[in-house]
């Protein structure tokens, strides 16, 4: 039954990963999901379960990123979907952020999947079968945006990683989804979710008007729905042959058009050039 397998979540304590697991759940799945916080898990959530396995975990270090796979592995005997969805927006200018500011970014949002990856595809490749989410962002394909460049740059490396690996999963067995959603109405944007820079220059006004716009705009009014979202996530996991690139959202669809099309422009205007380069 598919409603057997056991979802591995990481940052599951708020966004959509706490709506993932909460219509998991709902639908009768076995869940595991991960916060550094587990206490915020237990009380949005509930105590451990049969079905329900709440683990303290810091993605950063990777002997907790070791324990949480075991505890894992030890409570519900295998792991069939991993749901990379732990990260945390850095808004900042590329002269802004400080060296500090920027590799803080990288460690959570790139290096710590990656320590969830390495720990949890011996299993699936031992087990012949498995399936990682790895969410992105629309982010992680199109970076023109004024004060996340930092953000982007981690997202877009999510992205190319993410493609690495399903290059070398799909020979066992492992399915892989790299997932770029748009804007949707979590807490994401919300203080405390959301890293600013701690050195600001003044002339960077174009950046400044991007937080003020996604702190007193954007924020509460997304147009995306995060239990569709989730949901869709859901009825990928159950596809034969699901899809290595799923963007979410209109926004993430019309943005990703946008830039497809600037690119084939690019590759058309500059074609003589561009071939002009071989012996």
């Known amino acids: 039954m ?22 998991l759940l709902a639908n009768g799945y076995k869940v595991a999901a991960t916060s550094r916080d587990v206490n915020a898990l237990i009380t949005e959530i509930g105590t451990t379960s049969e079905q329900f396995l709440p683990i303290a975990m810091d993605i950063v270090t990777e002997s907790s990123v070791q324990k949480a796979v075991q505890n894992t592995i030890t409570h519900f005997k295998t792991i069939d979907v991993v749901v990379n969805n732990a990260g945390y927006g850095q808004i900042g200018t590329l002269e802004e952020l400080s060296d500090e500011e920027s590799r803080r970014n990288f460690d959570v949002n790139v290096f710590g999947l990656l320590n969830v990856i390495r720990n949890t595809m011996s299993h699936f490749r ?4 498995g399936h990682f989410f790895n969410i992105s962002s629309i982010g992680g394909y199109h970076g023109g945006f004024p004060g996340w460049g930092i953000y982007c740059s981690t997202k877009f490396a999510v992205s190319g990683l993410t493609e690495g690996l399903q290059a070398e999963a799909k020979a ?12 949707f109405r979590t807490n994401f944007l919300s203080e405390g979710s959301m890293g600013l820079p701690k050195n600001p220059i003044a002339d960077y006004e174009e950046a400044r008007q991007s937080v003020l716009a996604h702190q007193n705009e954007i924020n509460g009014n997304q147009p995306g729905d995060p239990e569709k979202a989730v949901e869709a996530l859901i009825q990928i996991s159950k596809e034969k042959n699901p899809p290595l690139h799923l963007f979410l959202g209109q926004d993430a669809y019309d943005m990703a ?5 600037n690119v084939k422009a690019d590759l058309a205007n500059w074609k003589t050039l561009t071939i002009s380069t071989a012996y």
């Open 257 to 261: 058009n946008s830039k497809i099309e």
């Open 172 to 183: 066992f067995g492992v399915n892989v989804t790299l997932v770029y959603p748009g804007y």
């Open 126 to 129: 031992a087990n012949k079968s």
């Open 2 to 23: 598919d409603t057997n397998k056991v979802w591995f979540v990481t940052g599951a304590s708020k966004g959509l990963g706490l709506t993932l697991v909460k219509k």
